[in-house]
């Protein structure tokens, strides 16, 4: 810890704007409110703010209950969370999504027609016989169909599971054994940067690898592009889609009973199954649109993220439908086919709320701000971050270029595993700096402490974040491995806090400021890669002896990955740029694009401890460019230092 010392200073700080805060969700006085309600009783302030925002079918009688690492919700309680996001929506004549493809085509979907869509294809659902608790695997990019699948499956009480479109067909194959999904749902291809990318193969090919708990994959028909059809498996969406309006009554589910499995990366290869409750992660969903976007019923809230991601779930899926709003979702990449598109989006379909990540805005910033100056920008009242640390610069360019210095940013901190925002500004009451997501929301309690367990008081010195009490939208475990869930998340400091795996410090005037991981997590353009599972990927290649990936900084994706590889003796002659391409490739089809490495090192071997451990600390420092730090003592191969460094 004693190393954890931060340089960073930032000086420039903004006050909401007197108008903003006029017409903002929560005042300052309503936020002091809320915060001193929840000091006095936290069982009262998320008792009521439960009754207030989610529709029952029965009440629940108490608020929290069990104990670390276990913690139960309103227990009593009964709801279905797609209820909660159309059945009270619908008659209104109101827009839930407004959907723009990669082409330009533009759908737009009342809360009435996709109230039709989601009962009807919970109808399909049902007569494949699908019933409460089993898994069905989404595999399909964000369309509004997905969120049909997604809010079908709420209803009935199925389990969804989404697996980003972009990821490869094992890492497909290993997410669907993992929760022995029975169905997967996909489409028969997409359009990503104007190629088409055939994911029904990538199912195909996850489902011949072995995946024997699949009955049935169904296929919806997304572009015009043929595709395989198996007769025995395969469905189309269309064929098996009613007609005619169908009503499925929703499945009455208790508060605790699970809503979805989203996999996220962890510090072993194996991806964790994060598993989320129904009421609790639905109020955290409902109140951060509310608190931190301030959305209200004229708002266009677009959030960039795909479905495949949390951020698609409460953002883009949950929280905005939960709360009646209308969203818009566009399926394509943020450049094409001209590198002005998102601003052409946001000025065509006048959006006012727009969430994004620091990536997307450093690559966009990269392009030029003439871009966004061609374009009135002007309907645009609130700017989100997420997923990552935002520069400074980046902010700064945000807040002027797109946000026409008018709109409040809110950097928002939170996790797969919190469900919702946790820490970020309430756009109407706190006072901003760029860096910094700011202060825990209200019912957010948050420390950062030493390896011991104890706050630090001294500011900006440091240490590890943790949640000291529970909150309604914490993850309930891990899938079928309760023992890691206790180990990565609790045991450290024997159950007392919530251990989030990320460094923070505190500011002089109390704002916190995200360091980055303290695991062998990075964090790759605001995505969660776990450096052992792109090792074990590196490693499998026939030609491939040892490998240790690390981070280093990169201008544009915030992290990016370095592998340093040694290969099998008999295969020294391929350590050249033609095999690190297809090294890459490899990677890609393994896990997926993202986790591809940026650079490849090879060498005779890797700098390791007498005990055979490698040494990823020095090889950090190699790849930073930094001086080697710390102690080199225990070094088994000096030597091996000097040859890396002449690479490099
Ligand atoms: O390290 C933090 C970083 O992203 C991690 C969570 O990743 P994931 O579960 O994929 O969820 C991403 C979207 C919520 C965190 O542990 N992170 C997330 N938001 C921020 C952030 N780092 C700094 N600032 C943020 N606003």
């Keep these: 810890m004693k190393n954890i010392e931060s340089k960073l200073t930032e000086s420039r700080s903004y006050k909401p704007s007197e108008s903003f805060e006029k017409k903002a969700n929560i005042t300052k006085e309503i936020l002091f409110e809320l915060n001193s309600q929840y000091k006095k009783n936290p069982d009262i302030f998320w008792g009521e703010l439960a009754k207030k925002h989610i529709d029952w079918i029965e009440e629940f009688k108490t608020v929290c209950s069990g104990s670390a690492p276990f913690f139960r919700w309103f227990e009593e309680g009964k709801l279905n969370v797609s209820s909660n996001c159309l059945d009270r929506h619908i008659n209104k004549n109101k827009k839930a999504i407004i959907h723009i493809s990669e082409d330009n085509n533009k759908t737009v979907i009342t809360y009435d027609e996709l109230y039709v869509l989601v009962n009807n294809f919970s109808h399909?659902?049902?007569?494949?016989?699908?019933?409460?608790?089993?898994?069905?695997?989404?595999?399909?990019?964000?369309?509004?169909?997905?969120?049909?699948?997604?809010?079908?499956?709420?209803?009935?009480?199925?389990?969804?599971?989404?697996?980003?479109?972009?990821?490869?067909?094992?890492?497909?194959?290993?997410?669907?054994?993992?929760?022995?999904?029975?169905?997967?749902?996909?489409?028969?291809?997409?359009?990503?940067?104007?190629?088409?990318?055939?994911?029904?193969?990538?199912?195909?090919?996850?489902?011949?690898?072995?995946?024997?708990?699949?009955?049935?994959?169904?296929?919806?028909?997304?572009?015009?592009?043929?595709?395989?059809?198996?007769?025995?498996?395969?469905?189309?969406?269309?064929?098996?889609?009613?007609?005619?309006?169908?009503?499925?009554?929703?499945?009455?589910?208790?508060?605790?009973?699970?809503?979805?499995?989203?996999?996220?990366?962890?510090?072993?290869?194996?991806?964790?199954?994060?598993?989320?409750?129904?009421?609790?992660?639905?109020?955290?969903?409902?109140?951060?649109?509310?608190?931190?976007?301030?959305?209200?019923?004229?708002?266009?809230?677009?959030?960039?993220?795909?479905?495949?991601?949390?951020?698609?779930?409460?953002?883009?899926?949950?929280?905005?439908?939960?709360?009646?709003?209308?969203?818009?979702?566009?399926?394509?990449?943020?450049?094409?086919?001209?590198?002005?598109?998102?601003?052409?989006?946001?000025?065509?379909?006048?959006?006012?709320?727009?969430?994004?990540?620091?990536?997307?805005?450093?690559?966009?910033?990269?392009?030029?701000?003439?871009?966004?100056?061609?374009?009135?920008?002007?309907?645009?009242?609130?700017?989100?971050?997420?997923?990552?640390?935002?520069?400074?610069?980046?902010?700064?360019?945000?807040?002027?270029?797109?946000?026409?210095?008018?709109?409040?940013?809110?950097?928002?901190?939170?996790?797969?595993?919190?469900g919702a925002n946790m820490i970020a500004p309430i756009p109407g009451a706190t006072q901003t700096i760029p860096g910094t997501c700011t202060h825990p929301l209200p019912g957010i309690d948050v420390d950062i402490v030493d390896d011991d367990g104890n706050s630090i008081n001294k500011r900006n010195q440091g240490g590890n974040l943790v949640i000291r009490k529970p909150w309604p939208s914490m993850l309930r475990g891990i899938w079928n491995d309760e023992e890691r869930y206790k180990q990565t998340y609790w045991e450290k400091y024997n159950n007392k806090y919530y251990i989030t795996g990320d460094t923070a410090r505190l500011d002089n005037n109390g704002n916190i400021w995200i360091m980055g991981r303290s695991d062998d997590v990075v964090n790759v353009s605001g995505h969660r890669l776990g450096t052992m599972e792109i090792e074990s990927a590196i490693v499998s290649h026939e030609y491939v002896a040892e490998s240790a990936v690390v981070s280093y900084q990169h201008e544009i994706k915030g992290e990016a990955i370095h592998a340093f590889v040694t290969l099998k003796n008999n295969f020294t002659e391929y350590n050249n740029t033609e095999f690190a391409k297809e090294l890459r490739e490899w990677v890609k089809e393994k896990i997926g694009s993202i986790a591809k490495p940026e650079r490849i090192s090879f060498s005779d071997s890797l700098p390791k401890t007498r005990s055979g451990k490698i040494m990823r600390r020095l090889l950090r420092n190699l790849a930073r460019g930094e001086d080697i730090s710390g102690d080199t003592s225990t070094l088994e191969n000096e030597n091996i230092l000097a040859q890396l460094k002449n690479i490099l």
């Design 124 to 418: 399909s659902l049902k007569e494949l016989g699908l019933v409460k608790g089993d898994r069905v695997i989404i595999y399909m990019p964000t369309i509004p169909e997905a969120i049909t699948a997604m809010l079908a499956c709420a209803r009935l009480g199925v389990i969804h599971s989404i697996v980003f479109a972009g990821f490869s067909s094992e890492s497909l194959k290993d997410r669907i054994n993992d929760c022995n999904a029975k169905i997967v749902i996909t489409v028969n291809a997409f359009k990503r940067n104007g190629k088409i990318i055939e994911a029904k193969n990538t199912v195909d090919h996850a489902l011949s690898l072995g995946c024997p708990s699949i009955e049935k994959c169904i296929i919806y028909k997304n572009i015009n592009e043929n595709t395989k059809f198996n007769k025995d498996k395969d469905l189309w969406w269309h064929d098996i889609l009613a007609k005619e309006s169908i009503v499925v009554e929703p499945e009455i589910m208790s508060s605790e009973d699970l809503l979805f499995i989203l996999y996220t990366s962890g510090s072993t290869g194996k991806p964790k199954g994060i598993v989320h409750s129904s009421a609790g992660y639905l109020l955290n969903c409902i109140l951060t649109n509310k608190w931190v976007f301030d959305l209200k019923d004229d708002d266009l809230f677009w959030c960039t993220a795909d479905i495949g991601w949390i951020t698609g779930h409460s953002y883009v899926v949950y929280g905005p439908l939960a709360t009646g709003s209308t969203i818009l979702i566009y399926d394509g990449a943020p450049t094409y086919p001209k590198a002005d598109r998102f601003w052409e989006i946001i000025e065509a379909n006048k959006v006012t709320i727009f969430y994004t990540a620091p990536t997307a805005i450093r690559t966009l910033m990269k392009l030029g701000e003439h871009l966004p100056k061609k374009y009135n920008l002007n309907s645009l009242r609130l700017l989100g971050t997420v997923g990552e640390p935002i520069n400074p610069k980046a902010w700064i360019w945000y807040q002027s270029n797109i946000g026409g210095k008018k709109c409040p940013i809110v950097d928002t901190w939170w996790q797969t595993e919190t």
